[in-house]
């Protein structure tokens, strides 16, 4: 069977922790078909890219160490096809692009990017900051990255992920056009299923008996239930550090409290950004056409919907606040006490092994040594003994 | 040139060339021509890696180390330069001005004009490789002394860090039972600066404005300098504890005649060690991270700028800190060498250094990064020690 490598590198916000779900919990399953998804953990890839491009991620880079070459080693050594995905890899540089295809070996490696329009991505990047403790308000974060210099973090970080020919020419440029696949997003109401489809048409998925189940997603967060978290990350960036804020405010705030409010207004663009926003689509989509890739979908997913109504996120009132924050405060309380419990039960172990411990070492010998000591301890004379025995015994050691 | 001027993508891979084999030319005053075969070309670093490559030739033209492998070596070592990733989330690889635009991607920049923080990415870089490749030096232990008096050092982790590898090396290391817990104190604002310098050598930290505003903003002390707590961490009972501030009686209440003088880190080697300690924790399992970076504090050169200190906005914060640590220590009644007066900060104006918000000057960290990289003695000599 021919060795093929169904590289999927982006982008952020297009659907990936469901693929890479479903990818992990049926490994056995598509091992049973020669589709080796190598990963001994959910994040696997997610470390492998870490490694590959020297990226620091708040203290999690430390569990990366090694993990893209053993991810590329055991691809190599598989002998049918291999499924890498994760999103960051769309902000390798050229160098890093050279180095992750040299590793493959010689396979036949196939390019994947999963793309959705910009209309929908700017308002999930700027909400996947706020959950990455960013404080930028809506206005600043548009403001950034339209700014063509591109000179902050975020600014260089949202076009290194989202800037799609950029992207491609970055990962693609070695190989022929109908090894490069793009998989655009349905654009919204589509039937729920049809990005699914693509992908497992794009993965030769079809026909497997793969459990489907959503377990791992990255869900959204409605407009008030967003503006809250900034202002949270307002109070709190600079004194939680990145460990504590990931379980605290991002898994159990965000991913587990807030984005239960899903009457909450969704979150968009102003006219004026979004005319900005289908401009540049545009333009990208004739260059895209241009260049022959394989599209799954059809690249005028990429025009994005229509401008709707559009909530500003910076300009929510206390009153739309306050429902979300009361549920922040009742999550985090919930949480505390959680934490209690097992600082609880910690403690009651520590006692247990220091009583251990104590019995251990009621030997008759040492109690009494202990006990000549401890009595020496107890009074000034005593210490000055125990201290010059102590100095002698030195001065001959 | 101008800088708008596009010029053939073949002349960015010769001045590569140029640069590989030693030269100096900026970018923009390039004029040479493309000498390399095209279907051997490899993918263009960024403008920061190669602007990092032309100031170290310059250094090593500067320093004029000729030898026998001196082709070899500068060509491994360009190579090396060349492949070497940008650390952490910045900006990615920066196309050159001038060069043949795609249209896409980060705006093309004079390379001449890269920040020294965008170079220090990729310093750090090849510095973290040298000292994973160089490996830790081995740790001295003498002949265990069991009967000597047992001890557990808290507080000023440099002062700390430095007396335990010392008693360490003469058979005597730390804990056991019925420890004396020597608390080591200082003017808090020292304490404080010698925590995050003592951090950048260990498991790397926020910058030093942040990591100060972290602390100030919690109004909390880090572990390791509030005294109090560290001692009642360790389970110290008052007749089993020291407490002292006057650094001179240390040896005496640790058991010695005298300690190895400490070395405090200037500002632009602890921030050179935040960056390389960020690295070497995605090149080696965390459990040896901090031996590889102890390895770096004992073999970093010298540079002679001083150490970061505590800005006078943060003076009050760590006044009052200071006064709350030495009530409770007063309370808490523990044996005192020395006086707990000298807990409180001393003003800004008695010391010199580097004590605006970012503490440090990137100039001065390019320049002892790029003297590392050209000079490879502190890799190659034997570790140093400086005895008092």
Known sequence: MSRRVLLHVGCPKTGTSYLQDVLFRNQPVLREHDILYPADRFDAHFLAALDLMTLPWGGIETEAVGAWDRLAAEVREWHGTSIISHEIFARATPTQVERALASLGDAEVHLVLSVR?????????????????????????????????????????????????DILER????????????????????????????????????????????????????????????????????????????????????????????????LGLSPEDHAWARGLSERWIAVLAERGYDVVGSLDDLLGPDAGTFANPDAVTADELLPPALDAISALLVEGARLRAVEERLHGELREAREDLERARATTAYRARRKVVTTLEGSPAGRGSLDAYRRLRGRKG | MTASATRPAGSVHGWVAHLRAGGTTPWLAWTGPDDTDATTRRALPGAQQLELLRRIN???????????????ERSRLADRVLAAPAAGRGKADLPLVGAAPTGFGAQPVDPATVSAHELLRVASTL?????????????????????????????????????REHLLGRGRPEGGPRAFVVAVGGPLDDLLAHTWTQRCFEHGSRPWGDWLRFWRERDQLPARVDLDDSVRRWGGRRPLVRVVTDLDQLPAHLGVRRLPEVRVPGADQAELARRISAVVGIRVPVAERPALMRTLQRRMPDSGVAPVVVPAAEHAWVASSAARMTRRLTRAGYPVVGDLADLAPRAAADRPGPSGPAGVDGRQVLDLAIRMIVDPGWRTSRERSVER
């Open chain 1, 117 to 165: 329009d910009l209309v929908r991505q700017v308002p999930a990047e700027w909400q996947e900051n706020v959950k990455h403790r960013s404080h930028i308000t809506y206005a600043k974060f548009l403001r950034t990255i339209r700014d063509p210099d591109r000179d902050s973090r975020i600014g260089s970080w949202f076009w290194a992920v989202q800037e799609i020919p």
């Open chain 1, 171 to 266: 990962w693609g440029s070695s190989l022929p056009p109908e090894r490069v696949h793009l998989v655009t997003l349905p654009p919204p109401g589509a039937d729920r299923g049809e990005l699914w489809r693509r992908f497992s048409r794009t993965f030769g998925l079809d026909g497997l008996p793969l459990d489907l189940t959503a377990e791992r997603e990255n869900p959204s967060l409605g407009v008030p239930e967003t503006s809250l978290l900034r202002t949270i990350n307002e109070r709190v960036t600079s004194i939680i550090a990145p460990p504590d804020y990931r379980p605290l405010v991002r898994e159990t705030l965000a991913h587990q409290t807030l984005s239960r409010g899903v009457s909450s207004a969704r």
């Open chain 2, 58 to 72: 310059l250094a090593r033209e500067s320093s004029a180390r000729p030898g026998g492998d001196h082709d070899r």
């Open chain 2, 127 to 163: 510095l973290a490789d040298d000292l994973v490749a160089l490996g830790a030096d081995p740790v001295r232990r003498g002949v265990p002394r069991p009967w000597r008096r047992r001890f557990r050092l808290v507080g000023d982790p440099l002062v700390v860090a430095s007396a």
